[in-house]
C-alpha cells in the first residue's frame, strides 16, 4: 500500500498522470483516535482534529478538493468548524496544504508553518526543489512562523513542533500528549520521510538534503510513542485500525512497537536509495 502510494506521487509528479490517486478523495468516517484527537481525513490523506475547550485545531489541509469533506467530517463529530482556531501543517506539499486557503476563508483559524514550509505555501507549491510546479494549489499565507521546538498551545492543547526535514525543508512531525481511558498517552504525528523520485546526492537545489534525512532519523529514533500517526494513512496502517475500532477494540491505535518498527522499515529504502545514487555517481 505504501509503495503504491509512493509510485501514485511519482507518476503524479512526473507529470504523466495529472489525476491523484482515487484513495486521496475517498471518504472515510472520521473517528476517535485517543483522548480529544480524532481523524477526519480521507482514506489515504491525513487530517487531525485536536478538541479543547477554547477552540479546536486542525492538522492539515489535504488538498483543495477535500475541504468540504474535511469539515463535514468535523461536523459530524458534534463539532463547529467554525471553532477552528489554529491550522497546523505537517509540509506544504498539496496533499497536506491544498485546502488552507479555502479553510482560512471558511474559519478565523490562523496558520501556523515553518519558514520553509510558509515560503512553499505562499508559492501554492510552486518551484518545488523537486516537483516544479507540477503539483500547484492556491496559494495562501501563514500567519505565524514556527521554529524546532516550539509549542503551540490552544487553552489545554500543547502541539510541540519538531523540524524533520528531508522530504521538504521545513518538514513538520507534531508531538502531543492525550489523555486515553484515564491515563497520558504520548501521540506522534510523524511529517514524510519519503523520497519519491528524489535526487539525494549532488541536489543543487537543496545541497543539504542528504544530511537531513539521516539526521532527522536520528532525532525520531529517539521516541517511542504510544500512539503514531501520520499525514498518510497507509503508513500508520489506519484501515487495519479501523477495523480493530469498529470490533469494539478501544487500544485500536495504541501500539508502542509500530513506531520504531516503521522507522527501521523507511531507513532501509532510504539507505539504500542514497547508496544506489552514490555508486552511480562513481561509475
Ligand atoms: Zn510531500
Known amino acids: 500500500m505504501r509503495y503504491v502510494q509512493l509510485i501514485c506521487l511519482w507518476v503524479l509528479a ?7 490517486p482515487p484513495s486521496w478523495t475517498t471518504p472515510v468516517k472520521p473517528v476517535r ?3 480529544n484527537i480524532y481523524y477526519v481525513g480521507t482514506e489515504e490523506l491525513g487530517a487531525f482534529l485536536l478538541a479543547g475547550k477554547k477552540g ?3 492538522l492539515d489541509a489535504p ?4 475541504v468540504d ?3 463535514r467530517n468535523v461536523q459530524s463529530l458534534g463539532f463547529d468548524p467554525a471553532r477552528i482556531r489554529v491550522l497546523l501543517n505537517s509540509h506544504a506539499h498539496l496533499d497536506h496544504a491544498g485546502g488552507f486557503a479555502a479553510i482560512k476563508k471558511k474559519t478565523r483559524a490562523k496558520l501556523y508553518m515553518t519558514a520553509p514550509e510558509a515560503e512553499l505555501a505562499a508559492r501554492g507549491g ?5 516537483f516544479g510546479d507540477r503539483l500547484a494549489y492556491p496559494p495562501v499565507s501563514a500567519d505565524v512562523i514556527i521554529e524546532d521546538g516550539q509549542v503551540v498551545r490552544l487553552g489545554e492543547i500543547a502541539m510541540t513542533a519538531m523540524v524533520t526535514p528531508g522530504h521538504t525543508k521545513g518538514c513538520t512531525t507534531w508531538r502531543t500528549i492525550a489523555m486515553h481511558r484515564g491515563k497520558p498517552v504520548d501521540v506522534l504525528f510523524q511529517c514524510s520521510l519519503t523520497a519519491p523520485g528524489y535526487k539525494l546526492v549532488g541536489n543543487d537545489r537543496y545541497p543539504g538534503i542528504v544530511n537531513d534525512y539521516p ?4 532525532r525520531l529514533r529517539k521516541l517511542q510513542p504510544d500512539v503514531f500517526l501520520a499525514n498518510h494513512a497507509s503508513f500508520f496502517g489506519l484501515a487495519r485500525k479501523l477495523e480493530k ?3 469494539g477494540d478501544a487500544n485500536a491505535f495504541v501500539d508502542r512497537e509500530e513506531f520504531p518498527r516503521f522507522l527501521d522499515r523507511s531507513w532501509k529504502s532510504l539507505e539504500a536509495e542514497i547508496a544506489k545514487q552514490r555508486s552511480a555517481m562513481d561509475d
Do not use: H, T, W, Y
Open 14 to 20: 512526473s507529470g504523466a498522470a495529472a489525476q491523484a
Open 33 to 35: 483516535v485517543v483522548g
Open 56 to 58: 479546536l485545531i486542525l
Open 63 to 66: 488538498m483543495d478538493e477535500n
Open 69 to 71: 469533506l474535511v469539515l
Open 126 to 130: 510552486r518551484n518545488d526543489f523537486a
Open 215 to 218: 539526521r532527522s532519523f536520528d
Open 245 to 247: 475500532a469498529k470490533k
